[in-house]
């Protein structure tokens, strides 16, 4: 069982339209980050949030803690196909802000 | 600035054969993680150090895995002997301080036949 589930998995959408990528979980988070993956590389970072309902914009990117810092998401606005890619959420818990618990992932596509 | 180095990008091997899977992480960082990721249990963190010293080896799935940091500028990642369940993609990674940003290496590519 992962500590932090994503959903939807996988999301195939248009050009332009809008979307909404959930990461939740039962446990509390010290921070939560968000991550970009593209084939054949590594993650890399988008944005870390450390308050609980802090939201913070990237561009056409919006991310948002939970109150209770159990959960976040990520909201992007006119999507477009250069934001295909594997978005990843990470926690550290309150317990241990050095170790990061990522999620499993929810795979966008964009079509053009 | 260079990023997170790792060695081999791919490697196909027999099961039954040790793997050595080497990093060098970005200069002044002093956190190094190894994370292994598969379709099935995504993005695992298996061991982390800081300042050479390792931290948290929780994630190790069995023995056959190790990990060790001689100095501030390399890392290796061990399987011996190796078995086609720990085909994967190996990552290594370095931060600076805590919370900070994890930044990623481009993965070592693993299939073990």
């Known amino acids: 069982t992962q500590l932090l589930e994503q959903s939807p998995q996988f999301l195939s959408i248009q050009e332009g339209e809008n979307l909404t990528v959930y990461c939740n979980s039962s446990s509390v988070f010290s921070s939560l980050q968000w991550y970009r993956q593209e084939p054949g590389e590594g993650p890399v970072l988008l944005v870390t949030?450390?308050?609980?309902?802090e939201v913070k914009k990237l561009k056409r990117l919006t991310f948002q803690f939970g109150d209770a810092r159990k959960d976040s998401s990520l909201h992007i606005t006119a999507a477009q196909p250069g934001d295909t890619g594997l978005y990843l959420c990470?926690?550290?818990?309150?317990?241990?802000?050095?170790?990061?618990?990522f999620g499993s992932g929810t795979k966008l596509n964009v079509k053009p | 600035d260079a990023g997170v180095i790792q060695s081999p990008r791919h490697e196909v091997t027999e099961m039954g054969q040790e793997v050595t899977l080497r990093c060098k992480p970005i200069s002044g960082h002093d956190y190094l993680f190894w994370y292994r990721q598969t379709m099935m249990r995504g993005l695992e963190l298996l061991i982390y150090f800081n300042n050479n010293v390792p931290i948290d080896d929780s994630g190790m799935p069995e023995d056959r895995f190790s990990a060790k940091m001689p100095n501030a500028s390399f890392s290796t990642l061990k399987i011996q002997p190796s078995e086609p369940r720990d085909s994967a993609v190996y990552f290594c990674?370095?931060?600076?301080?805590?919370?900070?940003?994890?930044?990623f290496g481009e993965g070592s590519w693993l299939t073990v036949v």
């Open positions: 949030v450390v308050t609980g309902g």
């Open positions: 990470a926690g550290a818990k309150v317990d241990n802000f050095n170790k990061f618990y």
């Open positions: 990674a370095s931060s600076p301080v805590v919370r900070n940003t994890i930044y």
